[in-house]
């Protein structure tokens, strides 16, 4: 099911109305494609996906994957990730958290445009239920050094590399791993 919330208002959701059940959810935040979202919701039929998503070409096209796989435990949420944890999340309303290759905006002036910065981590603290985990994964050696240290701020924290033998979570990890790219991920929790 697709949400826009420019149609329907920022307001805060009631996840166990939206899916149906009370089973944990697991949030993505930029989810492009939909690879993460779209195998992990046939792994794991007794959780809930949430993917937020800002581009509305991404958004529709994992309504199309989703609508083709009749997957029925996934929600798609077409706004900014900050301002739908802001407005949208209850505390401690979700299970995990994972952000894949997240734009890594390398100009200081867009900086304060990075999902990894103090204001999001906030609100992914704060959403996130107390046992609840999250992954960030990233190619991006300078981002990942800003933001590593940052994310160790808000949770406890444990930087890790994927091994040839961990199989790519989205198209992106697939793309830059098949090029031989490092890749540079932090697994945290609350
Ligand atoms: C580089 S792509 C990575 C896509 C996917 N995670 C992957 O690894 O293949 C980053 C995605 O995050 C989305 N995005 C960037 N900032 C966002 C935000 N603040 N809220 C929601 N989505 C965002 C972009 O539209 C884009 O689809």
Redesign the pocket.
């Known amino acids: 099911m697709l949400i826009d919330p420019r149609d329907t208002g920022l307001d805060p959701l009631d996840l166990h109305a939206l899916f149906g059940n009370s089973n944990p959810v697991v949030l993505?935040?930029?989810?492009?494609?939909g690879?993460?979202l779209i195998t992990s919701a046939e792994e794991r039929p007794d959780r809930n996906f949430l993917g937020?998503?800002?581009?509305l070409h991404?958004h529709r096209f994992i309504g199309d994957r989703l609508a083709r796989r009749k997957l029925t435990n996934v929600r798609l949420i077409n706004?900014?990730?900050?301002l739908?944890m802001q407005k949208m999340l209850a505390d401690r309303s979700i299970d995990e958290l994972h952000?894949?290759?997240?734009?890594p905006w390398p100009r200081p002036r867009y900086h304060k445009?990075r999902?990894i910065r103090p204001e999001?981590l906030l609100e992914m603290r704060r959403v996130l239920a107390d046992d609840g985990i999250g992954v960030f994964?990233t190619d991006h050696a300078v981002y990942f050094k800003k933001a590593a240290p940052l994310i160790e701020e808000f949770f406890r924290a444990e930087r890790r590399t994927p091994g040839p033998d961990d199989p790519p979570?989205?198209?992106?990890?697939a793309?830059y791993r098949e090029e031989g790219r490092p890749i540079f991920e932090v697994r945290f929790r609350k």
Do not use: L, M, Q, W
């Open positions: 993505e935040i930029g989810s492009g494609s690879r993460f937020v998503e800002k581009s991404y706004h900014d990730a900050v739908v952000i894949y290759f997240p734009d445009r999902i999001s994964v979570r989205t198209n992106y990890e793309k």
